[in-house]
C-alpha cells in the first residue's frame, strides 16, 4: 500500500516508518509544521523536522514538510485561549488529532493517492463484526487510545497505528537496530506551543488579558489572591499564596467572579460527570450504552473508574449534535475533572473505545 | 509510484532555484579544486598562478559588466553580497535602508534588522516608484536597494527609472541592486550604468554554489561586512576561493556569449508552457503577464488548489519546481511577495513556479504540461 506517515520526529514514528518499510509498504514521511510562532521545548521545532527527515533516510524512505499552520491556528490555538477566557481546561493535544492528524492529514492523503494515513500512536484498531473500533495499545503504560478516541468511520479503515500493537522497550530497540538518531529521544511531554520559559500564563498573557482573584475557603473568608484566575485549575494545591497547613484544593473557579474557592480533598468528590460535545465512533449514539457501565479515563494516561451511563430524557446523544449530554454517575465518588477536559469511556474489559465527550459540568 | 520518477528521469524546471552547472564551469572548478591548490594571497610560485586565474577572472567578469576591474569583489554568492551592500551601506552611510517589499528576503531581512522603511509595490511586483520618491524625500536614507528580476514571479523592474528616482529624492543613498535572477536575461552593462552596487550569485547561471560577485563603484562607501586578512582590497577579508572564482567567471562568460539566443528560445518556450496550462487548466493564470517577467520565469497560480498537493503530484512525475520560499524547517510559507502584490489569498496558496534555463528542451515543457495539468485535474476532482 501507499502509505503517508506522520513523523513528530519522535521515536514512535521513526519505529513505524521501519515496521511499514518492512511490511512492503510503500511509504512516505510527512512532518507537519504546526506551530508558527516561538518555542523553546524542542518540540514542533526546526530540530524535529531534522531528526524526521534524518530517519527518513535513513530508512530509505522520501520526506516532506506539509504547512499546517494556518489550520493549527485556527482549531488548536485559538479554541485553547478561548477555552481559558471562559475558564475551562482545554486538552489541546485531542484537538491536533482531531483537526489535524486525522482529518486535514487524511484529506490531504486521499487527495494525494495515498492508500492509508499512519502515526506512530500506541492504540490498535481492530475488527468487531463489520466494523472497526479503537483499542487500547499494546502497552498499556503508553497507551494513547485516549487522544485518538473520536476516530471512526471511515477514518479507522483508512488509518494505521504500526507500532500499537508493540512494548515502547520495542519500539525503542527497533530504531536502535536501525541506527536512528532518535532511539532514545525522550517522549514529549509538553503542549507544543507553550515555551518552558515563558510558560502557560506567559503564553496566554500575550493572548488574552489575565485578571487577578480572592482565594477564598467555602465560608467565603478571604484567604489570599492569586494573579491569573484563568490560570487556575481544579484540584490544583500549589500556587496559591496560601503557606502551609492543612492541605487545600482549589474546588471551584469562577472567571466571571473572579474567586477562587478552596476546600479539603472531600469538597472535591463528586457523584457524576456531565459531558457534552459527545463522539461515538462506534455506534454513533449513546443508545447502546445507556444505563451501561463503563469505565471512564478523564486524562492522557489517568487512572479508569467504573461509572454508569445516563441519557437524559427526550436528549440527542448523536455525534457532536449540539446540547447533546450524557451524565456519567461514579459507582464510588471521584475527584471532579475540570470543564473542558477530555473524558473516554472504555468497555468494562479496559479495551475498546466506547466514546467520549468534553465535560460540561463536574459535579 | 509514476513511471518518470522510478526511472530516475526528471524535467527540473527549477533554474531560479539552481541552475545547473555548465561543463566549462565544471571543468575550471575541478581543476582548481585539484590540480592547483594554492592560496593566491602568498608569494611563492604556485600561489602567484593562482593569484593570476583570480586576476584574469576578475577581469573577464568586468569586462562584461562593464566596470573597472578593481570594483569587482567576489564574495560567497547573493545573500552575502546584498548584506554587505545594505548593512555595509548603513554602517557606513550613518542613515536607514529603503527596499520595496518584493525583495529577496536576504535584502528584506538586513532592511528590517536595521529598522529600515519597506515601500510596497504594484501588483507586477514592481517598485511603486511614487512610492519610493515620496519615502526617500523624508531625507535620511543610506541604502536603497531594489532587485533587478524578482526571484519569484520574475518581474523585472526598470532600474534607470528607479535610479532616476533614488538621485533626484535621495542624492546621498547608496543604490544596489540584487541582480542575482538578471544575469541570463538582462545586460549586466546596461544594469551597472544605473547603480552604485550589483549583486550575482553564481549558481543562478551555471556557476558553483558558494560563489558571487559585489561589483561597487569606485568611491561609494561601504563598511566592510567581513573583516580579517584584508583580501578583496580589505572589502572583503577572507581566503579566496579560487575554484568558486574561477567557475563564477567562467559560467558567466557562457551565459553572456550565449544571452540573445537563449532569451528568445526560452522566451518560446515559456509561452509554450503558460499557454498550454492556462488554456487547459481552468483556475490556472499567470500572475504577471509575460511582457513585464523575464523569459525563465513561469509563475502560475491555480485558484483554490495547494501549492503543496501540486508540487507532490508534479514529484511524482518527476517534475521539478517550486513555490514560493522554505522556512527553515523546509515547510512552504506563503509567498510575501504574492501578498506584497496584492493576490488573493486563495490564489497564492495554489502558485508554482516553472523556471526555465539552458538544459530546458521543449520535451520538458511538454512533460511538465502534461503532469501539471493532471495534477490539477486531479486535486480539482478530489475538491469536488
Redesign the interface.
Known sequence: MKVLLAMSGGVDSSAAAVVLRDDGH?VVGV?M?LWGGESDTGCCS?SD?DDA?RVAQQVGIDH????F?DDFDAHVVGPYVDAHVNGTTPNPCIECNRHLKFDRLIR?G????FDAVATGHHARIAPDGGSLRVMRGADRAKDQSYVVHMLSGADLGYVMFPVGGMQKSEVRELAARAGLRTAAKPDSQDVCFIGSTAGRGGFLGSRMDLHPADVVDASGRKLGTVDAVELVTLGQRRGLGLGGGDKRYVVDVSVAERRVTVGDEEMLHSQGVTLGDLSWPHAGDATAVQGATVLVQGSAHGERHEAVVEVPDGRSTGNHSAGSTVRLVWSRPQRRISPGQTVVLYDTTDTFVLGGGIVTDPR | ?AGRKAQGKHVYLDHAASSPMHAAAVEAVQHYMGAEYANPSGSHALARSARRVIDESRDIVAEIIGCAPGEVVFTSGGTEGANAAVLGAVRRGNGRAVCPAAEHHAVLHCVEDTGGTVVPVLPDATVDLDALASELSRGGAAVVSVMAVNNEVGSVNDMERVARVVRDCAPGAVLHTDAVQAACWTDLRELWRHVDVLTLSAHKFGGPKGAGVMVVREGTGLAPLILGGGQERDRRSGTLNVPGVVGTAVALAVTNSNREGEVARLEALRRRLVDAVTSRVGCATATVPRAQSVPGVAHICFEGLES??LL??LDEEGVCVSAAS????????PSHVLAAMGVPRSRMMGSVRFSLGHTTTREDIDAAVDAAVGAAE??VA??S
Open positions: 510503500d512532518t509544521r526546526v523536522v527527515r516532506l514538510v506539509f504547512n499552520s490531504r486521499r487527495e494525494l493517492g | 509510484m503543496e498537493s507532490f503530484l522554505a522556512c527553515a524547517s523546509g515547510a512552504m510559507e486531479r486535486l478530489a475538491r
